[in-house]
């Protein structure tokens, strides 16, 4: 198996990780990292398969796509942790689960 | 405790379990080899004086997304702004710091800049640009804040705005100046086109910097009057 497959298999799986831990966790800051982990497979995707170039120097497009997501990615993680923290001092909670109410009550 | 509603963690384990399939075989089923687009890019970027294929998809043939792309950060450092609950007063986030951590920092941050400025310079033709001098920027912003300086009484909270905003204005009108001359948006005109991605580069440099540093310091908690009752 080449090289590139295993980078692009990988981030498929890193993927698949983030989007069930951004389902199954309840808790705020959990979520915001599954993001993360979905941005980050995205990443090595496109990292992977822009290297299958005959010639073996990696197709500059791709790079230049991560290079964009990558400050996105910074941008989207800035604003959730400053939503996160702002609903923490608001409510006290960290969590977002929709059972709480009845737990507590 | 409340029970867990049956299948909710089956549900989301398919999900994940099924995205994986899906994504792999999508993945196996591309053909092995593909030269994508790097050849055209490698000889259009040659004859337009920018010989770091990156740096110019980034600022020459899909200038496009850059743009959005600063716009995205400039939307989110204001949103960040608009949720802060402290002013921004110009007090140190951290205590002075002891020796050691103030002489790395006194030595470290002019070669943080020096770096960068390599960066923006080199950009055009070797690994480099303005994405990664901000970064550095950014990170020796947030060096300086988390040991303790804070910006100068000068420097007020307009001059910050501009800093922030400059590059994507900038941006904005070397791009939209072309299609009042009737051509294409981002069309940079040929003898300048160097120069033109050099400046461009440059002041978004400072203005990722800026704002990296102000997405840190907006979000971050004050130092003694934070706490809560």
Do not use: C
Not at chain 2, 80 to 94: A, G, I, K, Y
Not at chain 2, 168 to 196: C, D, I, N, T, W
């Amino acid at each position: 198996m080449s090289s590139h497959l295993v980078y692009a298999l990988v981030g498929g799986l890193l993927f698949s990780i983030g989007t069930y831990g951004l389902i199954v966790r309840p808790h705020m800051i959990h979520k915001i990292i599954s993001t993360n982990f979905m941005g980050s497979g995205v990443f090595l995707v496109l990292i992977g398969l822009g290297n299958r170039t005959p010639s073996g120097v990696p197709d500059p497009v791709p790079q230049a796509m991560v290079l964009t997501g990558i400050v996105v990615t910074v941008a989207l993680t800035a604003l959730s942790l400053a939503i996160a923290k702002r609903y923490f001092s608001l409510t006290g909670r960290g969590d977002i689960s929709e059972h709480r109410e009845e737990r507590v009550g | 405790m409340r029970d867990r509603l049956p299948g909710s963690q089956l549900i989301p384990l398919v999900t994940g379990a099924g995205l994986f399939a899906l994504v792999t075989r999508a993945i196996l089923s591309l053909p092995g080899e593909s030269a994508g687009l790097s050849v055209r890019v490698t000889e259009t970027a040659a004859e337009n004086g920018i010989s770091n294929v990156v740096t110019a998809v980034l600022l020459d043939f899909r200038g496009y997304d850059t743009l959005l792309e600063i716009a995205v950060l400039m939307l989110v450092t204001v949103a960040v702004f608009s949720l802060r609950e402290t002013t921004m007063s110009p007090t140190p986030l951290s205590e002075r710091p002891g020796p050691v951590l103030g002489a790395l920092t006194r030595t470290v941050i002019p070669v943080m800049l020096l770096v960068a400025g390599h960066f923006v310079w080199i950009g055009s033709s070797r690994p480099g640009g303005a994405f990664q001098a901000g970064a550095v920027i950014g990170a020796a912003g947030i060096l300086l804040a988390l040991s303790g300086y804070s910006r100068p009484k000068w420097v007020g909270p307009r001059a910050i705005s501009w800093v922030l905003s400059i590059g994507l204005l900038v941006f904005v009108g070397v791009a939209v100046y072309p299609v009042l001359l009737g051509e294409e948006l981002l069309q940079y005109p040929a003898e300048s086109r160097k120069a033109l991605i050099l400046v461009i580069e440059a002041l978004l440099t400072l203005s990722i910097g800026a704002s990296l540093v102000s997405l840190f310091i907006a979000s971050a908690s004050p130092r003694v009057q934070g706490d809560r009752e």
